[in-house]
C-alpha cells in the first residue's frame, strides 16, 4: 500500500471548491428516479443520462472533484466507443466506484439491515483500478425507529465498513466509509445525533482494529438533521453546529476529509447546511459535499429524457454544482439561486 498517494488521492476528492457526484444509483434506484420523470430505465438511457452529467464541463472541470459510479456504469461506452470513465478522467475528475451489492435483512434483528458484497470483494477491487476507479464507497444503512438501531446492526455494519475498507486500501483505492443514520421517521436532531455519535465511534473503531490508514480515507456521513416527519425542524444553524460538534468528537483530524450525503434533504437545504458549517471553523478536515438526491433532482427534471434537453440538463446540473463548490468554502448565499432562477 502507498499510503502517500492515497491521502494525495483523499484530500483532491475534498479539496476546497469541489466535491463528490455520487451518481452511483442501483438499477432498482435509478428506475425510481427515472419513473418520477417519465423515462424508462433501459441501459441505453441510463448511460445517455450519465453521459450527459459527464459532458457537463462546467460543472465537471470547476466543482466536481470525483463521481461515484455503479458496477454497470464503470464498464459503459458512449456511442462512439469512448469509455464513461474516461469522460470524468477528461475532465479532471476521479473516477470511483460503489462495491457494496446493497442490503440484507439483519438476522435476529427485525427491521433492521445489514450491507453485504464481501466475497471476492478483493478480486472486484482489482479489476476496477484497471479500469481507472481511484476510490470505492460502501454504505451502511441505519435506521432509527422504536427500539432500533440495535447495537448489533451498528456492530456488524461497522465491522463489514471496516472490512471493505482495509481491501481497498490493500488494493491503493481510497475508500468512502459511509455510515447512513436515515432522516426517516419522526425523531428530533438530537435523537439523530446520539444515534449517528454511537456509529461513528464504533465505525472508527472497527477502522483502527482493521488497520485501515484513516490518512487514506473520506468518510461520507449524514448530517445530525430532525427526521423528516418531526414535528420541530431544526434550523440550519442550528443543523450546522449540532453537525460540526458531532464530527468534532468522533472523527480524528488524521482523516483528511468528509463529504456529506445529502439524504432526502431538498437541493438548497443540502448546500446551507455545508455553506453553514463553514462558518464555524476552522476545522479540522475538509467539509465538502457527495451528494445525490441534492445534485441530481434539477438535471434530472430538466432533461426528463429528452435528446433536445441535454444542454438544459447540463445548465441545472452545472448550478447544482457550483452552489455546492460555493458551499464547500462557506461562500454561498441564498441570494444566488434566486439570481440564476
Ligand atoms: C446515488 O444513490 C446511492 C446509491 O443508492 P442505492 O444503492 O440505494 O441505489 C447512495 O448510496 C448515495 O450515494 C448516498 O446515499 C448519497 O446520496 P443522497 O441522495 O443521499 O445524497
Redesign the pocket.
Known sequence: MNLTELNRIAAAMVVPGKGIL?????S???KKRFDAIGVESTETNRRDYREMLFRSKEAMSQYISGV?L?DETIWQNVADGTPLVKLIEQSGAIPGI?V?E?TQALPMCPGELVTVGLDKLAERLKKYYERGARFA?W?AVIDIGSGIPSMTAISVNAHALARYAALCQAAQIVPIV?P?VLMDGDHDIDRCYEVTQRVLSKTFQELRVQRVALEGMVL?PNMAISGKKCARQASVEEVAEKTVRLLKTCVPAAVPGIAF????QSDEE?TAHLNAMHKLGPLPWGLTF??????QAAPQKAWSGKAENVAAGQTAFSHRARMNGLASKGEWQSSLEKKAA
Open positions: 455520487a451518481a452511483d444509483e442501483s432498482g434506484t435509478i461515484i455503479y460503489k457494496d446493497g464507497k454504505r459511509e447512513e461520507k450525503l445529502s439524504g432526502g443540502a457527495s451528494y445525490g438526491r441534492a445534485l
